[in-house]
């Protein structure tokens, strides 16, 4: 693989995790206003999420990795694929690129582009959903990596479709687009004051996937367990 300055991994990781939450909360706004069925407007955002990670994973993976998501630049930071400051370069790129992207929503839909979000995203039932979506999201991305590298932009967009419709908590399992939607008084948003919930349970999810991964994708090391599953030349 080409090896990218971190300048420009960086510009790919604010670039991406921007176009990422422009296409949330944008989506989310143009829903909102061609219909006043609550289904139909998660059922837009959740499309036009999936369609833009695999597009944003294919072009940019090659450059930065595609993170767009702090806790997976912590994942492979912990599985020493990311050095500790490119780690922090990564996580302040997406953070600011995600609320870029939330001003370049705003600005698009004529919007106040300084907004607070008021919307209620709290209790057990969303941070156990925001656990399970987090960990649902690394392992898929690690497993991806394990078995179909060619295939992670269209495995994490399919998981992030599906994942909509299956947590309580429409699956945010980011916490840099979490933020980002902190910033927003639209169909995306979240209170500033729920944020810790959501990231606790984001960062705990990512890391129980990542401990599972760990010891389910590992490679045999024993050659006798090699010689008992492997037929015979």
Same mark, same amino acid.
């Given at each position: 693989?080409?090896?990218?300055?971190?300048?420009?991994?960086?510009?790919?990781?604010?670039?991406?995790?921007?176009?990422?939450?422009?296409?949330?909360?944008?989506?989310?706004?143009?829903?909102?206003?061609?219909?006043?069925?609550?289904?139909?407007?998660?059922?837009?955002?959740?499309?036009?999420?999936?369609?833009?990670?695999?597009?944003?994973?294919?072009?940019?993976?090659?450059?930065?990795?595609?993170?767009?998501?702090?806790?997976?630049?912590?994942?492979?930071?912990?599985?020493?694929?990311?050095?500790?400051?490119?780690?922090?370069?990564?996580? /302040? +790129?997406?953070?600011?690129?995600?609320? *870029?992207?939330? &001003? #370049?929503?705003? @600005?698009?839909?004529?919007?106040? !582009?300084?907004?607070?979000?008021?919307?209620?995203?709290?209790?057990?039932?969303?941070?156990?959903?925001?656990?399970?979506?987090?960990?649902?999201?690394?392992?898929?991305?690690?497993?991806?990596?394990?078995?179909?590298?060619?295939?992670?932009?269209?495995?994490?967009?399919?998981?992030?479709?599906?994942?909509?419709?299956?947590?309580?908590?429409?699956?945010?399992?980011?916490?840099?687009?979490?933020?980002?939607?902190?910033?927003?008084?639209?169909?995306?948003?979240?209170?500033?004051?729920?944020?810790?919930?959501?990231?606790?349970?984001?960062?705990? /999810? +990512?890391?129980?996937?990542?401990?599972? *991964?760990?010891? &389910? #994708?590992?490679? @045999?090391?024993?050659?006798?367990? !090699?010689?008992?599953?492997?037929?015979?030349?």
């Amino acid at each position: 693989m080409t090896s990218f300055p971190l300048s420009s991994r960086l510009a790919s990781e604010a670039l991406g995790t921007a176009l990422l939450v422009a296409t949330v909360v944008g989506s989310g706004t143009m829903a909102d206003r061609l219909t006043t069925d609550t289904a139909l407007a998660l059922l837009a955002n959740t499309l036009a999420t999936g369609a833009i990670l695999v597009v944003l994973i294919t072009i940019l993976g090659p450059i930065s990795g595609a993170h767009f998501n702090p806790v997976v630049s912590l994942v492979f930071a912990l599985r020493r694929e990311l050095t500790a400051m490119s780690t922090l370069a990564y996580i /302040g +790129a997406q953070i600011l690129g995600g609320v *870029a992207g939330t &001003l #370049l929503a705003h @600005a698009m839909f004529g919007l106040p !582009l300084l907004q607070v979000s008021t919307t209620i995203r709290t209790g057990s039932a969303q941070w156990l959903a925001e656990v399970t979506a987090t960990f649902g999201l690394v392992f898929v991305i690690l497993a991806g990596l394990r078995f179909r590298a060619d295939a992670v932009a269209w495995l994490v967009g399919l998981y992030i479709t599906a994942a909509y419709w299956f947590t309580a908590s429409t699956s945010f399992a980011n916490p840099a687009v979490a933020i980002a939607r902190s910033l927003t008084n639209t169909f995306s948003g979240i209170r500033p004051v729920d944020l810790p919930g959501f990231i606790v349970a984001e960062i705990l /999810g +990512a890391l129980l996937a990542l401990l599972l *991964a760990s010891w &389910l #994708l590992m490679e @045999a090391r024993n050659p006798q367990s !090699l010689t008992e599953t492997e037929p015979a030349p």
